[in-house]
């Protein structure tokens, strides 16, 4: 069992955000201590995981909440997650294009504008 300073450590997020993730039905099921503090366990931290790679890749928190509902009424909802993670793929597969696109278009431009510097520097640069 972790205490909630240990996965702030582990996954360097705060105590602030772990609270507010099992507040937002994010994680759930964390366990106390008899003094009344959490215990994450190595479950809680695969869960953590999880969360943190379906936000960082853009689904909403409220999809997130969502999603760990779905898993923790057991697996008569496997084809629910199932969609739902396939849809997430296809959004962030997507972005990922657009992303691509962009990178392709900066590095363009960096490379006119590094043979412009490079003009410009040697004093051959005409205006």
């Given at each position: 069992?972790?205490?909630?300073q240990?996965?702030?450590?582990?996954t360097?997020?705060?105590?602030?955000t772990?609270r507010?993730?099992?507040?937002?039905?994010?994680?759930?099921?964390?366990?106390?201590?008899?003094?009344?503090?959490?215990?994450?366990?190595?479950?809680?931290l695969?869960?953590?995981?999880?969360?943190?790679?379906?936000k960082?890749?853009?689904?909403?928190?409220?999809?997130?909440a969502?999603?760990?509902?779905?898993?923790?009424?057991?697996?008569?909802?496997?084809?629910?997650?199932?969609?739902?993670?396939?849809?997430?793929?296809?959004?962030?597969?997507?972005?990922?294009a657009?992303?691509?696109?962009?990178?392709?278009?900066?590095?363009?431009?960096?490379?006119?504008f590094?043979?412009?510097?490079?003009?410009?520097?040697?004093g051959?640069d005409?205006?």
């Amino acid at each position: 069992m972790y205490s909630i300073q240990d996965v702030c450590k582990m996954t360097g997020l705060t105590a602030h955000t772990l609270r507010y993730y099992e507040k937002a039905g994010l994680i759930a099921g964390i366990s106390r201590s008899s003094g009344g503090y959490r215990q994450y366990s190595d479950s809680d931290l695969e869960w953590l995981e999880l969360v943190r790679c379906l936000k960082n890749t853009g689904m909403p928190l409220s999809e997130i909440a969502r999603f760990v509902q779905l898993a923790h009424e057991g697996d008569s909802t496997l084809r629910d997650r199932v969609e739902l993670l396939h849809a997430h793929r296809e959004t962030v597969i997507r972005r990922m294009a657009e992303m691509q696109q962009h990178l392709d278009k900066v590095t363009c431009k960096l490379g006119i504008f590094t043979e412009k510097l490079r003009a410009y520097e040697a004093g051959s640069d005409t205006k």
